[in-house]
Structure formats: C-alpha cells, structure tokens
C-alpha cells in the first residue's frame, strides 16, 4: 500500500495496511477453503489474499506455484489463455522472494502463453545479467521475437 503526502502530488512511500482489511483477508481465506473451487479460482483468490497481506495463504501460493510442473496445462488454461492468473500468481511471489530459481524461470521461458513467458523474461532482466538473460531468451517461444 503507498500513499501521498498531498491529495494530488508529493512523494509516495510505503503505508502501513488500512485497519480494516483483516475482514477481507478472512473472507478471502474461507473462500479458499471451498471444496467446489477450480485450481484456477483458488490461485486467484490465494493470488488476492495474499496481495492483502496474509501470510499462510502467501505461503500455501508459493508452494503450489513451485509444485506446478506444466503452466501449460489445461486446468490453467481454461478462462485464462494468456496467463493472467498465473502471472500475478507469480508476482506475489516474487514479493515475497528477492529472486526467483533458476529452475521456475526457465520453466516460464518455455511457456507458450505470452504473459507467462515475458514475467520470466522480467525476471532476468531485474537481475541484469545481460549475457544470462539473451541466452536464457532464446528458450522462449516465438511469440516473443
């Protein structure tokens, strides 16, 4: 959360969380115990809660988003043909982690989903590790050349 030091203008700086978005990160943190949920929904709302500020749903994203094994799969795609859900997903957690491992970011370069593909893309350049990030890209699908 940021905020200004005038209405229109001024610096922005980091604020502390509004007091009353407890309720909200509850609510979004009993949503996400919903047996009928599709994966996709509950790494939304995981994606939001976590956006908020809870800690234990941060942690339960994180360990899902590391244990996917194909971003391409169907049961991510449905709703979502551009990676949306996943990249904000992933957003979070590279707040919560300065860097993410190699191992995640040439799995997203492979990605055939644009939004996807180009966080990983991000990512490298946030290192500025120019040699690394060109041959890393050339992983990436031809969408992005």
Do not use: C
């Not at 909200?24 to 949920?37: F, K, N, P, V």
């Not at 709703?79 to 859900?85: F, I, K, M, N, S």
Request: proline share 4%; net charge negative; glycine share 8%.
């Amino acid at each position: 959360m940021f905020e200004m030091d005038r209405g229109f203008g001024g610096a922005v700086r980091l604020a502390p969380p509004h007091a009353g978005i407890a309720p909200w990160i509850e609510l979004l943190e009993d949503w996400s115990d919903r047996a009928d949920l599709a994966p996709l929904d509950r790494m939304r709302i995981w994606t939001a809660a976590a956006g908020l500020g809870s800690e234990p749903i941060a942690a339960a994203l994180e360990r899902d988003l590391l244990a996917i094994n194909n971003f391409d799969a169907e049961v991510w795609t449905v709703d979502d043909e551009l990676g949306h859900t996943i990249s904000s997903a992933l957003h979070q957690l590279k707040r919560r982690f300065a860097a993410l491992g190699d191992d995640l970011i040439e799995r997203l370069l492979r990605l055939k989903r644009y939004n996807i593909a180009m966080y990983g893309v991000r990512v490298l350049g946030d290192r500025g590790d120019e040699a690394r990030s060109r041959n890393r890209t050339r992983l990436t699908p031809t969408i992005l050349r």
